[in-house]
């Protein structure tokens, strides 16, 4: 169950909303999202890393340090 949310979420940008729709408990899917929002601080901690998604956290959901290599 925690992966497709966590996909739609992270990878499709998805609001919450939009996920519940998708047919996913309302308590869940914001248990989840509030999960990944409260810990993205740790990904600004840590040292800058290959991104191997489509999509990364924190500062990288807007533009990975190597986007230009990948």
């Known amino acids: 169950m925690l992966d497709p949310i966590l996909d739609a979420y992270i990878e499709k940008d998805k609001s919450r909303a939009q996920i519940v729709k998708m047919g996913f408990d309302p308590e869940v ?4 999202a509030e999960m990944v929002d409260k810990n ?4 600004r901690q840590a040292p800058p890393g290959l991104k191997i998604t489509p999509k990364a956290f924190g500062r990288g959901r807007r533009m990975p340090i190597v986007n230009k290599y990948i």
């Open 40 to 43: 993205e601080y740790k990904r």
């Open 29 to 32: 899917v914001d248990r989840v």
